[in-house]
């Protein structure tokens, strides 16, 4: 029988359990994926740890948003694709019941697109999420144009090396920050036009200082955290602030900093949206066939290492994507 990873309660990565199930039927509307590999993501460990911000259903919970594989059946009413296609997982819309970490998983049909041409299923997993939401926030949201100045905080995170080639498709200027000066050449490497290591630089100085004192235009944080108020110091008056992620859970303070627009940017905002979807998938191809965009993987595991894989993610010195193949 197909194997699908489950928890009955929440905590360390120990709760991760395999067991076998059957096959669930596609409904109307929806599609059954064999799945080849998943990406693993920070929201998927704080749904596991208790840190979910929203109630969810115990015992037997799945995990995992993300996810590529072929399409194994169709639902009712569901036209435009067929068996065999392979395809991407753009949204879970209850992870619970639906997660990727399985063999199998049902999922709306407007929640897959085509796989790329020429993308294999460990690039694949590793593109949705990152991408997704690097584009969403920097494109749809904060209208980035060529030549701005973008701050990325934790730049080494999947989110960050996303948004640092987004960037650089669009040809802005992606300022990279790292906690970690020996993260540097990489993120160089990754196309940063520059680094600020927090073990070595001040971040708002660096900014400034790469800015001609002017401040950037867009900073995007997957940090928060008391820094948060701080690091608005770094943009440009009028500039633009997206938070995307909470890497540091202590509360963090609202910036005085005006004129500044901040967002609190999910990507749910955009992925259950067909017109964006469709725009996100263009861009991502368009970008991957000229080789702008090139997901980067930091380890792959196999679905018997899930918590290895989720323990390796709380470690945190990874740079770039954490897959798991199936
Ligand atoms: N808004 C959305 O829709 C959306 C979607 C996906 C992900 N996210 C969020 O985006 C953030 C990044 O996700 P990801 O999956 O790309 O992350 P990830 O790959 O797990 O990134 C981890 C990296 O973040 C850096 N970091 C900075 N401060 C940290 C801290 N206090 N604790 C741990 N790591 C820290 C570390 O790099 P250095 O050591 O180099 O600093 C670490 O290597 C997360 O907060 C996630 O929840 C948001």
Not at 77 to 98: F, H, K, Q, R, W
Not at 102 to 130: F, Q
Not at 257 to 265: E, F
Not at 294 to 302: E, G, L, M, Q, R
Request: hydrophobic content about 45%; some cysteine.
């Amino acid at each position: 029988m197909p194997r699908v990873v489950v928890f009955d309660e929440t905590g360390a990565p120990d709760v991760l359990q395999i067991v076998d199930e059957p096959v669930a039927e596609p409904g109307p509307g929806e599609v059954r994926v064999k799945i080849e590999a998943v990406g693993v993501n920070r929201l998927d460990q704080l749904m596991r740890s208790g840190a979910f911000p929203r109630p969810f259903r115990l015992p037997h919970a799945r995990l995992g948003c993300e996810g590529t594989g072929t399409i194994d059946a169709l639902g009712p009413d569901v036209a435009g694709i067929s068996v065999g296609d392979p395809v991407i997982i753009t949204a879970v819309p209850a992870m619970e019941l639906n997660g990727t970490y399985a063999e199998y998983t049902v999922v709306p049909a407007s929640a897959v697109i085509p796989r790329p041409a020429g993308l294999d299923a460990t690039s694949a997993a590793a593109l949705w999420v990152a991408y997704s939401t690097a584009y969403g926030a920097l494109v749809e949201k904060a209208g980035m144009r060529p030549g701005d100045h973008v701050l990325i905080t934790a730049a080494s995170s999947s989110v960050g090396l996303a948004a640092i080639q987004v960037a650089n498709q669009i040809g802005a200027v992606p300022l990279a920050v790292t906690r970690h000066s020996a993260k540097k050449d990489a993120l160089l490497a990754a196309g940063a036009a520059a680094v600020i290591a927090t073990d070595q630089d001040d971040i708002v100085k660096a900014a400034r200082a790469y800015t001609g004192e002017e401040g950037v235009e867009i900073i995007v944080d997957s940090v928060m955290g008391p820094g948060l108020a701080e690091l608005a110091t770094a943009a440009k008056r009028g500039g633009t602030l997206l938070t995307v992620g909470w890497l540091d859970p202590r509360p963090a303070s609202m910036p005085m900093v005006a004129p500044l627009t901040i967002h609190r940017y999910m990507s749910f905002e955009h992925v259950l949206n067909p017109v964006v979807v469709r725009r996100m998938a263009a861009f991502l191809t368009a970008g991957l066939r000229t080789g702008a965009l090139h997901p980067a993987i930091d380890k792959v595991f196999t679905l018997d290492e899930i918590a290895d894989a989720h323990r390796h993610l709380e470690e945190g010195r990874q740079v770039g994507k954490i897959v798991v193949t199936i």
